[in-house]
């Protein structure tokens, strides 16, 4: 027991290769690795995908601000929450305001980060940074510029709940948020 106590829990990376590279979305690495318990492996695979921040965003009235849309990985439609990528050097709180504001045309009058959160454990994936807006008004127009229709939908949080129960929600990210906000 006491040998194990002594061990890091951190792994030590001996080689780190780009085996893919589609900049600036993702990379694909392979890593040779020791693992806190000594254990060489020679092919470990990391995936790199930015960090990104998802939104509970609420009104002044404490209603939810929602967005519906097709995911493409997901294969599906259903309750998604405002989140987006986060720009190089961008603090998280601003990166929260920005994408709350391109997706849906609220201001908030208080952001506050919850966490950050690893999306895959074992192989990365990006980090969500998990968010709240409080007193939010609509000052503008949604303009995203993304790919995907989004379906703007302020919702009761007992409306918000329903439809998670009721298995709206196919992005594990945006099952975490309203995990940690009604936990």
């Known amino acids: ?48 995908l930015p960090d990104f921040v998802l939104v509970w ?16 990985g997901a294969r599906s439609y259903g309750l998604t929450f405002p989140a987006g990528e986060i720009a190089r050097d961008e603090p998280i709180e601003a990166a929260a305001r920005r994408e709350l504001m391109e997706e849906t045309g609220y201001r908030a009058s208080e952001v506050q ?21 409080k007193g939010c008004v609509q000052v503008a127009e949604p303009r995203s510029g993304d790919l995907e229709r989004m379906d703007l939908k302020v919702m009761s949080i007992a409306d918000v709940d329903a439809a998670v129960r009721g298995g709206d929600v196919s992005v594990l990210p945006h099952l975490a948020l309203w995990g940690r906000v009604r936990a």
């Open 1 to 48: 027991m006491e040998e194990a106590e002594n061990r890091s829990p951190i792994w030590t990376i001996l080689a780190d290769e780009t085996v893919f590279e589609a900049k600036p979305r993702v990379r694909v690495a392979r890593q040779r690795v020791i693992t806190c318990q000594g254990k060489e492996i020679p092919d470990y695979y990391q995936v790199d």
């Open 57 to 72: 965003a609420l009104t002044q009235s404490e209603d939810v601000i929602t967005l519906w849309q097709y995911k493409h």
């Open 113 to 133: 980060v919850l966490g950050k959160y690893a999306v895959n454990g074992n192989q990365g994936c990006g980090n969500a940074y998990l968010c709240t807006a």
